[in-house]
């Protein structure tokens, strides 16, 4: 089975399960767990940031950051289709009484222009406008990377208006690789960032939130209030070391293995795809009615060799990752092809 449905679905190579067994660890709650506190110094210099926090999740990390900058009755400002607004339960409104405000990006990025005069005045009848968040690389907008111009000179703007920002870079160094713009030049423009190290980096498990020392205090805080507070998590974070020190180049991979897969689409006549949008490990492309629903479709393919994920009624989305070979690639996109060949050849009415 080629399983393209998420980049989570890795599991830990020989030399990072060596890794796990041979950390040093401490009770990170009652005291300080020294991998954990590699990991966390290592991360926060990487994109230059003064400390950061290990989590057990992206979610929770973004879910911090919210807490952190916003209280009761505040609002942030996020683009429609990031992950913090659909793929979180609303944990914002659910657990600390924050409200967004979402606007529709043009290829996944907010335009300046859309946010001039959108901050609300400090008035009784009105939410407080506080922060700024923002996705690279967008998960939903098929793994795009935001234009880097327009992240400086958005954020710049939020600053000049009295606006934190906030970045969940989940797959922020898919975004590295695939620009070539390093992690610190993309951080310096956000107060604090979410990175996900179970993705594409291979760990089993865990995040970190970056930012500045003095915002520590207040993120263990809430991070204990979310349950994420864990004992002995030298062994996650050690996994996480070894994925940041030894898996970052091998990214260029799994973009390249997308963009076969992507290419292969592109051929097959009742597929669609934008291929100058497959940039990083996510390839969306879009079903014809005439082929079926994306439901029908994935699970013909996985009948077939292939397991992808619906993500809408007619989208499907597809994920390399290290598991993903070359020769995996190539046989994903051949056999999507037949797939809706098949599929389309059932749904003509008989003569």
């Not at 767990?33 to 966390?40: G, T």
């Not at 864990?230 to 293995?257: C, K, T, V, W």
Request: aromatic residues 6%.
């Amino acid at each position: 089975m080629i399983d393209l449905r998420s980049d989570t679905l890795t599991k830990p190579c020989r030399n990072m399960r060596q890794a796990i067994m041979d950390a040093e660890v401490n009770d990170d709650v009652i005291d300080v767990d020294p991998s954990v506190a590699r990991l966390q110094d290592t991360i926060a210099r990487m994109l230059g940031k003064e400390a950061a926090m290990f989590m057990p999740s992206g979610t929770m990390t973004n879910q911090v950051a919210v807490r952190l900058h916003c209280r009761p009755g505040d609002e942030f400002l996020c683009e429609s289709g990031c992950h913090i607004y659909n793929y979180e339960q609303g944990a914002f409104a659910q657990l600390s009484g924050v409200v967004a405000r979402t606007f529709q990006g043009t290829n996944s990025s907010i335009d300046l222009r859309q946010l001039r005069n959108q901050i609300h005045p400090d008035n009784e009848h009105a939410v407080r406008t506080r922060l700024l968040c923002l996705e690279n690389t967008h998960n939903k907008g098929g793994g795009v990377v935001l234009p880097y111009d327009s992240v400086a000179e958005t954020c710049s703007w939020a600053h000049e208006n009295g606006l934190t920002t906030h970045l969940d870079g989940a797959r922020l160094f898919n975004a590295v690789v695939a620009s070539g713009i390093s992690a610190l030049d993309w951080a310096q423009h956000f107060d604090t960032v979410s990175v996900c190290f179970s993705k594409g980096l291979g760990a089993p498990v865990g995040s970190a939130l970056v930012g500045t020392e003095s915002m520590m205090r207040e993120m263990r805080r809430h991070r204990k209030l979310f349950g994420g507070a864990m004992r002995q998590s030298g062994f996650l974070a050690s996994a996480a070391l070894y994925a940041i020190e030894n898996n970052i180049p091998r990214l260029a991979d799994d973009h390249a293995n997308a963009k076969r897969i992507g290419v292969e689409i592109t051929k097959t006549p009742g597929l669609s795809l934008d291929l100058d949008r497959v940039e990083t490990n996510i390839v969306i492309f879009r079903v014809d009615s005439e082929v079926g629903t994306a439901v029908e479709f994935c699970e013909s393919a996985r009948q077939a060799g292939v397991w992808m994920f619906p993500f809408s009624h007619q989208d499907v989305r597809a994920v390399t990752h290290l598991h993903i070979s070359e020769t995996d690639a190539i046989e994903a996109g051949k056999i999507i092809a037949s797939v809706t060949e098949l599929l389309k050849a059932k749904s003509k009415p008989t003569v």
